[in-house]
């Protein structure tokens, strides 16, 4: 039933992408500003409502665990290719500072890892 999950995401998304317009048109900017994010919160706030409760059981409530879960690497994406076409325009500084904050990033994964896991080894 991961249908319902899409159903969900994509009413998020046009509801979000919608007040994101409106904020651009309001601000005099030709552009959506922040869209996904709020479509993003309109997702993780409808994915726990009590309204929705029925939906987020059995066989439909993985299909919307399994978008609400996909969303955000894909808004991560979709930011990241934006980033790298500003850098570009941006100059070298711009593309060092983002190399930067990438290899950053790569290197804290393991410390991160190692802090979850204690955690949940505590836990048990």
């Known amino acids: 039933m991961i249908v319902y999950g899409v159903a969900l995401l994509s009413g998020c998304l046009v509801l979000g992408m ?70 570009t325009e941006g100059g070298i500084l711009a593309v060092v500072a983002g190399v930067a904050a990438v290899a950053v990033s790569f290197a804290l994964v393991p410390v991160l890892s190692k802090v979850g896991n204690r955690k949940t080894i505590e836990k048990d």
């Not at 996904?36 to 059995?58: D, R």
């Open 18 to 87: 919608l007040i994101g317009e409106s904020i651009g048109v309001a601000l005099n900017v030709d552009a959506n500003v922040g869209g996904v994010g709020i479509a993003m919160i309109f997702l993780v706030l409808a994915s726990n409502s009590k309204k929705f409760k029925a939906l987020t059981e059995g066989a439909a409530g993985n299909g919307i665990k399994f978008w609400s879960a996909m969303y955000i690497p894909i808004v991560v994406a979709m930011a990241a290719r934006q980033d790298v076409a500003g850098a």
